[in-house]
Each structure stands twice: as C-alpha cells, then as structure tokens.
C-alpha cells in the first residue's frame, strides 16, 4: 500500500495566521482526501483533491478556510486560514488503495493560541 | 446518509482478555469496511479491509467479519496485550457515491496489565 509522508507533525500557531500541511505519496494517486479530528470526536472528511481541478468541499467547508492545492499525482497541501482556537485539531490526508483500503498520513496536531 | 456507530465508547479489561468490537452502520450498500487503529495524537494505522462480498478477515490476533444484510461487523481480538491499548474504528465507504470513508467515533480500549 501507498506510503504517505506528511509534515509538520505538530505546531503551536497563534490565532488570525494560516499553516500549510504537506503530504507526499511515493505513488501516483487519482484522488487524495483531507480529514479533521476535532478532540476527543471521530475523522470528518473536508475535502477531496484531484489533480488538475478544484478540490470538492463537503458540507460546513468552504474553499476561503482551507485552500487546497494539488499541483501533481503524488502531493497535496492543505492551508488552514485565519486560525482561531476552534481550528485546534489533528488534521490527515488519506489515499485510497484499491483493495487494500485506505492509508493514512501520521497527522497534523495543530493547537492555535 | 450513511451512519456508523461504535458501542461502547469505552472498555478497560485486563491482559489476556478475548475481545469483540462492535461497528453497525444504516446503509447496507458499501463497497467495503476498514478497521483502524489509532495511537494518543497520531495517524491511523490500518488493520483490517473486508469487501462487501467478503464475510470476515483475518490478520495475527484479529479477526473481523461482516454482515452486510444487518448492517453490522465485528473486530475480535484474541489474547488481548497491553500493547493493543489505542482507539479503535470503524469506517465504511458506501457504493456508487464517491470514495469517502464515513467513520465512526472509535473506541478507546485499554487493557490493563
């Protein structure tokens, strides 16, 4: 299955600035996904990237709080805008594997002050 | 919409303990069910996938089936170790729709040496 590096692993950020979160596949992938993890709740998936178009936002996400790019088959980045203490989450990216599931990144542990 | 729940939310049970872990879900159309393992503040790690043509899975000391017509699974783990404390969840990707795992809200095993 694919191997997923993303970074940072953590960050302490104050509030009203942006963080960017990278994840790097050592394979070509079609579609790559964003999660959050809010504490102590389950992943909510924010969007899904495609290569070469607009990424697709799910409900309660919108495209100004977390740009995403996705300039290649085997990278992504998501930004996380105008931080306020709500936005303090673990944040993954995920890529499908076909008929072995899914594999995830080790995470962002972002905490805005 | 596609719902997964996990009950309990919670279990402490001492070393050496046979487990079962229970994941249900409202729409019986998936495509598969993933369970993942999660570290304090870290990424997923896969466990198991099981197809929706496939009834159980096995790897080491776990065990997953499905039944797809009762909308349920369930993770077995045999011999239960110190090691094997972590969150657990259950995810399912529905068919026809997009490849989006819906996830359930885990849960926190502790096993007590």
């Known amino acids: 299955s694919a191997v997923i590096s993303q970074k940072p692993s953590r960050d302490i950020c104050q509030r009203g600035t942006s963080l960017t979160i990278q994840c790097q596949v050592d394979?070509?992938?079609?579609?790559m996904f964003w999660y959050r993890q809010q504490p102590g709740q389950s992943l909510t998936l924010i969007a899904t990237a495609n290569q070469g178009s607009e990424a697709t936002y799910e409900s309660g996400f919108v495209i100004d709080k977390f740009p995403i790019s996705r300039p290649n088959l085997t990278f992504s980045t998501l930004t996380v805008s105008n931080m306020s203490p709500e936005d303090s989450s673990i944040y993954l990216c995920?890529?499908?594997?076909?008929?072995?599931?899914?594999?995830f990144g080790s995470g962002t542990r972002l905490t805005v002050v | 919409k596609q719902e997964v729940t996990q009950i309990p939310a919670a279990l402490s049970v001492p070393e050496g303990e046979n487990l079962v872990l229970n994941c249900s879900f409202t729409?019986?159309?998936?495509?598969?069910l993933q369970w993942f393992r999660q570290d304090p503040g870290k990424g997923l790690t896969s466990l198991l996938l099981i197809q929706s043509s496939q009834r159980e899975q096995t790897s080491g000391r776990l065990n997953a089936s499905l039944d797809k017509s009762s909308g349920r699974s369930t993770l077995y783990i045999a011999a239960s170790q110190p090691g094997d404390s972590a969150t657990y969840l259950c995810a399912v990707t529905t068919q026809g729709g997009s490849e989006k795992l819906v996830f359930g809200k885990g849960m926190k095993l502790t096993v007590n040496p």
């Open positions: 729409d019986s159309a998936i495509y598969n």
């Open positions: 394979s070509q992938v079609t579609m």
């Open positions: 995920s890529v499908a594997g076909g008929q072995r599931g899914y594999t």
